[in-house]
C-alpha cells in the first residue's frame, strides 16, 4: 500500500513539474510575441562591406549583409557553364525565394546541371508546390520526419541545417544565410564565398551527402573539381548518420590553444559543459574571451536556455555583447587574430551533436582581422551584460532560467 502511495505521488509530482514547466514556455512566449508586437526589431544595423582576402591560390570574401551575398550568388548561378549544387535549410516562397528559384531553372534551360536539397521540417510552412522544379532540375527534399526517430536511433535524428552553394566547382558559398527577404535586410549574419581550388572541400559535402540520401531514380553525382591540399582552410561537417561530429572538437582545441583573444559572434549559444569549462578557463589564465549574441533572438526558448548559462560565463569572466534591435544569426570565432570558422553550426546541442552542419577552418591572420573588425563593427550596435546587472536581474527571471534548466541539454 505504502509502495503504491509513494509511486502514485511521485507521478502526481511529475505530471505537476511538467505541467508548471509548459505554464512558464507559455508565458515566456506569450510575453515574447506581445513584446514583438509592441517594441518591433527595426532592422537597421551596423554594416561591413564585402571583403576579398587572398588565401594561397583561393579568394574568400566575406559577407556581412544579405542583399550583397544574394546578388553575388545569383550572378554565380547565372554564369554557371557546367554545374550548379544549391543547398539551404530555409528557401522561402518569396521574392528573393522566387529570384533564386527562377536563376536555377533558367541554369538548367541553358544545359547546366543543377541539383537542388532542402530540408523538409524547416520548410512546412513554405508550399509543397514551391519545390516544383521542372525536370531537368534534379531535387532531394530531406525527410521532416525519419520513421528511425522512434525507435530513439540519433543517426535519424538530425535536420540538414547546411547552406552551401558551389557553381563549377570555381565558386562556393557557405555560411549562416538561409535563402528569403527577411534575411536580406533584417538579419545580420554572416557567408564566405571561396572562388578557386578550396571551392572542391564545399562541393565535395554536398555531392556525398546528395549520394547517402539521394532516391533510387535520382542520378548519383561524380565529383568535379580539384582536390589539392592548402593547411589554411579545412571543410569540417557534422554527419549524423555516421555519428561524426567534428565542430565541436575544432572549437574546443582552438579555445584550448588561446593565449589572447577569442571572438564568438553566434545565434543560439547554449555551450555543453566542455565548451563553457574552456570558455572559462581561457579566461583565467588571462584570454579576453568575448561573446556576442542577441539580446532577443527569433526563438524565445532558446534565448531562455542560453540565459541559464550567463551566470557561470560571467563569473567565470566571460563578457558577454547583447546584440540589439535586430537578430544576430551569425555563427563564426576568431582565436588569437590567426585562427577562425564561418559555418553553420551554432554552439548548442542540436549544431554540434544534432544536425547536419559544415563550417569552415581558416588558418590565416588576414582573414582573422577583418572578422575582428567585423566583430568591432557588430559591437557598436550591442551592449554588455555585466555580472552586477545579471545577479540583480527579476526574479521571475532567475526562476523561469533556472526551472527550464532541464531541457537545456536538448536543444
Do not use: C
Request: aromatic share 12%; net charge neutral.
Amino acid at each position: 500500500m505504502r509502495r503504491s502511495t509513494l509511486v502514485s505521488a511521485a507521478k502526481w509530482a511529475l505530471a505537476g513539474f511538467l505541467a508548471s514547466q509548459a505554464a512558464v514556455v507559455a508565458a515566456a512566449v506569450g510575453v515574447n510575441l506581445w513584446r514583438r508586437r509592441v517594441r518591433p526589431h527595426r532592422a537597421r544595423f551596423p554594416r561591413t562591406a564585402p571583403m576579398e582576402l587572398p588565401l594561397g591560390d583561393t579568394t574568400a570574401t566575406v559577407y556581412t549583409y544579405g542583399e550583397d551575398v544574394y546578388e553575388d550568388m545569383l550572378a554565380a548561378i547565372r554564369g554557371a557553364r557546367r554545374r550548379v549544387l544549391f543547398e539551404s535549410f530555409i528557401f522561402k516562397d518569396d521574392q528573393v525565394g522566387r529570384e533564386f528559384k527562377r536563376a536555377l531553372i533558367e541554369a538548367a534551360d541553358r544545359g547546366v546541371e543543377v541539383f537542388v536539397i532542402y530540408d523538409g521540417f524547416a520548410n512546412l510552412v513554405v508550399p509543397r508546390s514551391f519545390f516544383d522544379f521542372p525536370p531537368d532540375v534534379s531535387v532531394l527534399r530531406y525527410p521532416a520526419f525519419r520513421p528511425g526517430v522512434l525507435l530513439l536511433n540519433v543517426r535519424k535524428s538530425g535536420r540538414d541545417h547546411r547552406k552551401i552553394l558551389t557553381v563549377d566547382g570555381e565558386i562556393g558559398f557557405v555560411g549562416g544565410y538561409n535563402v528569403g527577404s527577411l534575411y536580406a535586410t533584417e538579419w545580420r549574419d554572416t557567408h564566405l564565398r571561396v572562388s578557386g581550388p578550396a571551392t572542391w572541400e564545399l562541393e565535395n559535402a554536398f555531392v556525398d551527402f546528395w549520394n547517402m540520401n539521394r532516391g533510387e531514380h535520382q542520378p548519383r553525382l561524380d565529383h568535379i573539381g580539384q582536390t589539392d591540399w592548402d593547411a589554411r582552410l579545412r571543410v569540417h561537417r557534422n554527419v549524423p548518420e555516421q555519428l561524426i561530429y567534428p565542430i565541436r572538437a575544432m572549437l574546443l582545441e582552438a579555445i584550448d590553444r588561446s593565449k589572447d583573444r577569442v571572438l564568438f559572434t553566434q545565434a543560439y549559444f547554449i555551450p555543453d559543459r566542455e565548451l563553457l569549462k574552456v570558455l572559462v578557463d581561457a579566461a583565467g589564465r588571462g584570454v579576453d574571451v568575448n561573446v556576442l549574441v542577441p539580446e532577443a533572438s527569433n526563438h524565445v526558448m532558446a534565448d531562455w536556455m542560453a540565459r541559464g548559462q550567463y551566470m557561470a560565463l560571467l563569473r567565470g569572466g566571460v563578457r558577454l555583447w547583447l546584440y540589439q534591435g535586430a537578430m544576430v544569426h551569425a555563427k563564426t570565432a576568431t582565436v588569437d587574430g590567426k585562427w577562425s570558422t564561418v559555418g553553420t553550426a551554432n554552439v548548442d546541442r542540436l549544431s554540434l551533436t544534432g544536425n547536419y552542419e559544415i563550417n569552415v577552418e581558416i588558418f590565416d591572420e588576414g582573414v582573422a582581422k577583418h572578422l575582428e573588425e567585423v566583430f568591432a563593427n557588430d559591437l557598436t550596435n550591442a551592449r554588455e551584460l555585466t555580472l552586477e546587472e545579471w545577479r540583480n536581474r527579476p526574479f521571475a527571471a532567475k526562476f523561469g532560467a533556472l526551472f527550464l534548466a532541464p531541457w537545456r541539454p536538448f536543444l
